[in-house]
């Protein structure tokens, strides 16, 4: 099993509607969550952080996470084409400062 | 504020020869990060330092790298030999006080020929 899974897409979405990605983790001791997002030629840009299970709103983004199911996810609502990009989710690895990527989802967002 | 300055932006060079990536991580960030980032490989930790100290240097491929951080503002990460299998995007972070945040430079990308 992968440390950080992430299903790798493309994912296309009409815009206005609502993007989900998800992203499982090994690490029992992962106690910090995080979601990038990394346009194309550009480096990762931080989007949301999340360290308590459940969710998470910053404006049109929403994370959410449990623990016990070793799982996080981002909603993306209202999603517009500017939301098209890789989606990086990352955890910190046995509790350290060490973060450990999934490989990304690809999210096309169709105008 | 600045944030991670990465230099050079672009790197092309020969088998063999010496390559030198900067960084200069955000001030008063104490943590950070070298990472590298290929299509299939994605992105990988090399090496980070806290308070200019190397913690965790388990993700440097071989020999051939090293990376060194003098002061709070500077590091750097140089391959000597270097090989066309080290072509990629090497990309620098860091982190403050937000717990394990980490902001990333704009990257190098290299090509070595």
């Known amino acids: 099993q992968k440390e950080v899974e992430q299903n790798s897409g493309p994912l296309s979405v009409p815009e206005g509607a609502i993007a989900s990605l998800n992203c499982t983790y090994s690490?029992?001791?992962?106690?910090?969550f995080f979601w990038y997002r990394q346009y194309s030629g550009k480096s990762p840009e931080l989007i949301m952080f999340?360290?308590?299970?459940g969710d998470k709103e910053d404006g049109r983004f929403t994370a959410q996470l449990n623990k016990a199911s070793q799982y996080v996810s981002l909603l993306i609502r209202d999603s517009q084409p500017s939301d098209s990009a890789t989606y990086l989710c990352?955890?910190?690895?046995?509790?350290?400062?060490?973060?450990?990527f999934g490989q990304g989802t690809r999210l096309t967002i169709n105008p | 504020d600045a944030g991670v300055i990465q230099s050079p932006r672009h790197e092309v060079t020969e088998m063999g020869q010496e390559v030198t990536l900067r960084c200069k991580p955000i001030s008063g960030h104490n943590s950070l990060f070298w990472y590298r980032q290929t299509m299939m490989r994605g992105l990988e930790l090399l090496i980070y330092?806290?308070?200019?100290?190397?913690?965790?240097d388990s993700g440097m491929p071989e020999d051939r790298f090293s990376a060194k951080m003098p002061n709070a503002s500077f590091s750097t990460l140089k391959i000597q030999p270097s090989e066309p299998r080290d072509s990629a995007v090497y990309f620098c972070?860091?982190?403050?006080?937000?717990?394990?945040?980490?902001?990333f430079g704009p990257g190098t990308r290299l090509t070595v020929l």
């Open positions: 690490d029992r001791g992962s106690q910090s």
């Open positions: 330092f806290n308070n200019n100290v190397p913690i965790d």
């Open positions: 972070a860091s982190s403050g006080s937000e717990l394990y945040t980490q902001y």
């Open positions: 990352a955890v910190n690895w046995q509790g350290a400062q060490k973060l450990v």
């Open positions: 999340i360290y308590s299970n």
